[in-house]
């Protein structure tokens, strides 16, 4: 069965410090994706990338940055220069697609607080 | 471009009554996912509607159902609430086109239940 492990329960640091969430996945499919997402106190998920098993490129969007390694079963997050706006609960996810049809499993999350 | 709307946003019920919550997914997505949220158990996934049918399903009880309709709006209703069935319930639309999400899921801010 699928599995997500973001073994970080929550982080805490003070504005302009990089921090890095860690996931790590359990899957025997050869193709799937991998997303992370943010939440903050409203709720709602945000989408912030998506990446799929034969993409093992880096990525950079901004302050955020992504690495993607299949040999370790990894794909860690990190946020350059954090600010208080950062402060979220963040969750990587995986797909999981029987037959046709898919759904995200989700690791618990990792509640960020940046501190001013 | 409207995002994916639920209503409603919160609600109180009582044991042993039953309650049907509302999603709107983003215009042109037919694809709509159901997501319970709980401090134990994460974000778990209930089920999955593509074009009006019943894609995928989650380990929930038969308490827990849902339908989707021609304009691809989604229902899901829960009979008989129990005090466990206290929680976020997190809607997602996707532009799946019959095979792999191709763009990630979008997902509403929640309905908020709390079963009393």
């Known amino acids: 069965a699928q599995k997500v492990t973001q073994a970080q329960t929550e982080i805490s640091v003070v504005e302009k410090e990089d921090v890095t969430l860690d996931c790590v996945y359990e899957?025997?499919?050869?193709?799937?994706?991998l997303f992370w997402y943010k939440q903050p106190p409203s709720g709602e998920l945000v989408f912030l990338i998506r990446r799929n098993s034969f993409d093992e490129q880096n990525e950079i969007s901004g302050r955020y940055s992504w690495n993607f390694q299949k040999s370790t079963s990894s794909f860690n997050f990190t946020i350059t220069a954090s600010q208080v706006v950062d402060s979220a609960v963040y969750f990587c996810?995986?797909?999981?697609?029987?037959?046709?049809?898919?759904?995200?499993?989700f690791g618990q999350g990792t509640r960020l607080t940046i501190n001013p | 471009k409207a995002g994916v709307t639920q209503t409603p946003r919160y609600l109180i019920k009582t044991r042993g009554q039953q309650v049907t919550l509302s999603c709107s997914p983003i215009?042109?997505?037919?694809?709509v996912s159901w997501y319970q949220q709980t401090p134990g158990q994460g974000l778990q996934f209930l089920f999955e509607?593509?074009?009006?049918?019943?894609?995928n399903k989650g380990n929930f009880p038969g308490r827990f159902s849902g339908r989707q309709f021609s304009n691809s709006r989604s229902e899901m209703n829960v009979s008989t609430l129990e005090l466990g069935d206290s929680a976020l319930y997190l809607c997602?639309?996707?532009?799946?086109?019959?095979?792999?999400?191709?763009?990630?899921?979008?997902f509403g801010s929640g309905t908020r239940l709390t079963v009393v």
């Open positions: 899957t025997r499919d050869t193709t799937y994706y």
């Open positions: 997602a639309s996707s532009s799946r086109t019959g095979g792999v999400v191709n763009y990630g899921y979008t």
């Open positions: 509607y593509f074009s009006e049918t019943q894609r």
């Open positions: 215009s042109g997505h037919r694809s």
């Open positions: 996810a995986l797909s999981e697609i029987i037959q046709g049809a898919q759904k995200l499993v």
